[in-house]
């Protein structure tokens, strides 16, 4: 028995045995040496796809040990330039950044050259240290600096609250074009769409098919994108929400299912543009001056594309007949419709109108980042929601008051806080005003219980 026993022990053991060497093999030969220690520069950067990269001269001369910073998208990361006036900074994907250089360490009375910036790179406030700038198609863009005599540019407090004051208009404005779209289909149908960014993406995507993939003029591809918008919204509404609404699908059920949307067509773009950055015909302009105010023609265009717009809404809903119905649905849709109105009708309108709407927003959106992504509509919802909420559930009025508050909170709050949080501040706004005003600024005292 003792013999017998060994012996159905020994391949056991020897099973053990075999299993122990070969994971101590794998231990040591088979995990590849950047998973341990991810591959790093000799100043500590971690490697990565994606970097900034470039020279820094000085009457063609090379300027060594210039220190470089960069932040954004939640990371930071420095550098300084070799013996060949030559930098690069490692970053984790393809975002805006801001590149800032330590302009004591550059030569007396010498600063960067802002006339001859890439393109894609534009001074943060009119500074002369600090510079936005954003990939293309690739994962790498080459910011050569030049430096030039000249002093040293520097921004009061105050000119940089009226500078991102306006700039909070504009973005404020374009928001406000998406919001009020989507506050129209909340008032007529209780629908709260979670695909509404998707219908943002759609407009500047369709541009970029149109002048990038067909090489046609970008006065067609705008066209293009405002019809291409409200057929979106006309087969949304014809091809699923009409059919549910009469199934008598209640209001959770609806904005599940506009979830579900929301992804289907977030994907479907990105098989259609892929993950990169597109950019659109005139992206990135150079600023303009008016005194503290830096807006380039883009931003000049955009702003009075959405102040006419706006005017036009404002004209259909107290004006036109269709309009005070769409108020009337809003209101009552029981009793509008006891009253002779084609209920379907004005909310098919409605959300041909949203889809517009949302168009519009998604080419000036795509100026104003710069560049079309398969996602940037999803980066607006919360803020559509929120300045909705702000002015008042169902209000168009109110949803661009709101998207005014939202967009002039965002950009002020950068001057305390990060930029990678500044769209918490508005959520801060909404919380604030919600306290003292529960029904939003817009929105009417209803009487519970």
Not at 394 to 411: D, F, H, K, N, T
């Amino acid at each position: 028995m003792g013999l017998r026993t060994a012996a159905l022990e020994r391949p056991h053991n020897g099973l053990i045995a075999l299993l122990a060497t070969l994971l101590a093999a794998f231990l040591v030969l088979g995990i590849p040496a950047g998973a341990a220690q991810a591959d790093t520069t000799d100043d500590g950067q971690e490697i990565t796809q994606f970097y900034f990269a470039g020279n820094i001269t000085y009457q063609d001369e090379p300027i060594p040990d210039v220190e470089l910073k960069v932040e954004g998208d939640g990371f930071e990361g420095e550098t300084k330039t070799d013996a060949e006036g030559s930098w690069r900074l490692y970053v984790p994907e393809k975002a805006q950044y801001t590149i800032s250089i330590d302009e004591d360490t550059l030569p007396e009375g010498v600063i960067v050259d802002a006339e001859q910036l890439p393109d894609g790179v534009k001074a943060v406030d009119g500074t002369s240290g600090s510079f936005e700038a954003e990939f293309g198609l690739t994962g790498t863009k080459i910011v050569n600096l030049f430096l030039g005599q000249g002093e040293r540019v520097t921004v009061s407090f105050l000119d940089q609250l009226i500078n991102r004051t306006v700039g909070g208009i504009n973005f404020g404005l374009l928001l406000g074009l998406a919001s009020m779209g989507a506050a129209l289909i909340y008032g007529t149908t209780r629908l709260s769409n979670f695909a509404h960014g998707e219908m943002v993406t759609w407009g500047g995507v369709a541009v970029v098919i149109v002048t990038s993939l067909m090489n046609l003029p970008l006065w067609l591809g705008i066209v293009v994108a405002v019809l291409a918008g409200g057929l979106l919204g006309w087969a949304m509404d014809a091809g699923i929400w009409r059919p549910l609404r009469r199934r008598g699908l209640g209001v959770v059920q609806l904005m599940i299912v506009s979830i579900g949307l929301s992804l289907a067509l977030r994907y479907a773009l990105q098989y259609v543009v892929g993950g990169a950055t597109h950019q659109i015909p005139g992206a990135s302009p150079q600023p303009m001056r008016f005194g503290p105010i830096s807006l380039s023609y883009i931003d000049l265009i955009g702003m009075g594309v959405s102040l006419v717009a706006i005017l036009g809404m404002a004209f259909f809903l107290t004006r036109t007949r269709i309009g005070k119905a769409t108020r009337a649905i809003s209101d009552n849709p029981q009793l509008a419709s006891a009253s002779g109105i084609d209920v379907d009708k004005v909310i098919r309108i409605t959300w041909i109108i949203s889809g517009v709407l949302a168009a519009i927003s998604g080419i000036l959106w795509a100026y104003f980042r710069p560049g079309v992504k398969w996602d940037m509509g999803m980066q607006m919802l919360l803020l559509m929601f929120c300045a909705i909420t702000l002015g008042g559930l169902g209000s168009a009025m109110g949803a661009l008051l709101g998207s005014l508050v939202v967009g002039i909170a965002v950009e002020i709050s950068t001057l305390w806080i990060p930029t990678d949080l500044k769209y918490a501040s508005a959520l801060i706004a909404l919380i604030v005003v919600l306290l003292v005003r529960p029904q939003g600024l817009f929105g009417r005292r209803e009487r519970l219980g």
